[in-house]
């Protein structure tokens, strides 16, 4: 067994979400350990089950029994990584915390140079990607475009950022003050704009498990992300309907020039093609607001982010 932490006050927590991880969670959690065995600083490895239904939580309770700087937290159901790293950070006790995925794919060598980098005054380190691993065509061109799109919707340019970040106790507390229920971690943590150190480094290859989002949630996420920073959609309504005011006066300047000249032809054809283009314009529209009140809507009710559950070892048989 290691030795607890010193006088039960980290310095550096480790902020890792996992999901259905039994499989190789404690292996991959006892790699992490060994990386910050050498470090000064006291530790701690705060680990949140995102309503795993595989036997991650009995595998965590097993660790955090051989290990005391092991601290596991479950949510009763599934309710998004996003989630997960705001549990995390809430109750994290270090003076920084590092977040990273528990499959490895953060590769958790390159804690002791963010931490190196904190020390010398940053207060976010950033992990970059440079080579995003063996990810298909498709998803690297969905991955750009959702980058272009956050760069020209949002204006901010988080292309290669992921959620390995290392984050001082501000930059923590600034984050859980924040009043939003719908985060965007790596969008949330850029906006706030504190000194900031960039380390980059290669995905490495992982072959225990496939992506778990399926093209539709990343779409959703994604369009999620987009409209929670950017307001300019609900502009292009503006933009769209002023378009299509031009294209109707056109249509009907036309159509007017065509009946005094004598040239007007029977049927209906200007008058359907108006109506598709005016009742398409407007059901985009109806689209764009409701989806912002959908967001709004989300917001107001008020429902906490996460809901947690006892640890297996201490629900009853």
Request: hydrophobic letters at 50%; aromatic letters at 8%.
């Amino acid at each position: 067994m290691t030795n607890p932490l010193e006088a039960n006050e980290p310095r550096v927590s480790l902020v890792v979400p996992v999901f259905n991880e039994a499989s190789f969670i404690r292996d991959n959690l006892a790699q992490l350990l060994t990386v910050v065995d050498g470090l000064a600083d006291a530790v701690e490895l705060v680990v949140v089950d995102d309503g795993s239904i595989d036997d991650t939580a009995v595998e965590l309770s097993r660790a955090a029994a051989a290990d005391a700087r092991i601290r596991p937290i479950h949510f009763t159901r599934n309710f998004g990584k996003e989630a997960a790293i705001h549990a995390g950070l809430a109750a994290a006790r270090g003076d920084c915390a590092v977040v990273l995925d528990a499959d490895l794919q953060h590769p958790p060598n390159l804690i002791p140079a963010m931490l190196s980098h904190w020390r010398q005054g940053f207060l976010v380190v950033e992990a970059i990607k440079t080579e995003r691993g063996r990810e298909s065509l498709a998803a690297r061109a969905n991955a750009g475009l959702f980058y272009w799109l956050f760069k020209h919707l949002a204006g901010m340019d988080i292309a290669g950022l992921c959620d390995f970040k290392l984050l001082d106790r501000l930059v923590i507390d600034t984050y859980l003050a924040l009043p939003e229920r719908r985060r965007f971690f790596r969008g949330l943590v850029y906006w706030s704009g504190y000194p900031t150190a960039r380390i980059p480094f290669e995905v490495p290859p992982c072959e225990s498990r496939r992506s778990r989002w399926s093209w539709l949630r990343l779409a959703r996420y994604a369009l999620d992300n987009l409209t929670s920073f950017s307001s300019l959609p609900l502009h292009l309504v503006g933009l769209l309907g002023a378009f299509t005011l031009g294209v109707g006066l056109v249509f009907g300047l036309l159509t007017l020039i065509q009946k005094l000249t004598g040239g007007s032809l029977d049927g209906f054809t200007t008058v359907i093609l108006l109506i598709v283009i005016i009742g398409g314009a407007l059901m985009i529209s109806l689209g764009i607001i409701g989806h912002y009140l959908a967001l709004l809507y989300d917001e107001v009710k008020g429902r906490p982010t996460y809901l947690l559950r006892p640890p297996p070892d201490r629900l009853a048989p």
